[in-house]
Nanobody, 121 residues
Framework: VQLVESGGGTVQEGGSLTLSCTPSGHIDSSYCMGWFRQSPGKGREAVALIDGDRITRYSDSVRGRFTSSRDNTKKILTLRMEDLKVEDTAMYYC?????????????????WGQGTQVTVS
């Protein structure tokens, strides 16, 4: 499975962006899908994870501002980001794991996109 992200860019603080991720292969409820981000000098942080039952978990830093959704039929995963802050600046990655559960951290994910840069100024 290959994942391709799009939608990154530069936005002013308080602005909004929507990221999209399109898997090349078959994705169904057997997969956990989600978004991670990484800024220079920091580890990869889980931002939003959607498990096989479509239960979504958000990091404390983005809860209430970010919304993620997945459509297995249309094969698209989105991350809507609102009220963006300077500290949201990072490379954002779409990721997938061949398991219904999203437990285990970044190392448990099998598939990664190339990343899309989000810069908030």
């Amino acid at each position: 499975v290959q994942l391709v992200e799009s939608g990154g860019g530069t936005v002013q603080e308080g602005g909004s962006l929507t990221l999209s991720c399109t898997p090349s292969g078959h994705i169904d409820s057997s997969y956990c899908m989600g978004w991670f981000r990484q800024s220079p000098g920091k580890g990869r942080e889980a931002v939003a994870l959607i498990d096989g039952d479509r239960i979504t978990r958000y990091s404390d830093s983005v809860r209430g501002r970010f919304t993620s959704s997945r459509d297995n039929t249309k094969k698209i995963l989105t991350l809507r980001m609102e009220d963006l802050k300077v500290e949201d600046t990072a490379m954002y990655y779409c990721a997938g794991r061949y398991a219904r559960s999203c437990d285990g951290g970044a190392s448990a994910f099998h598939y990664w996109g190339q990343g899309t840069q989000v810069t908030v100024s």
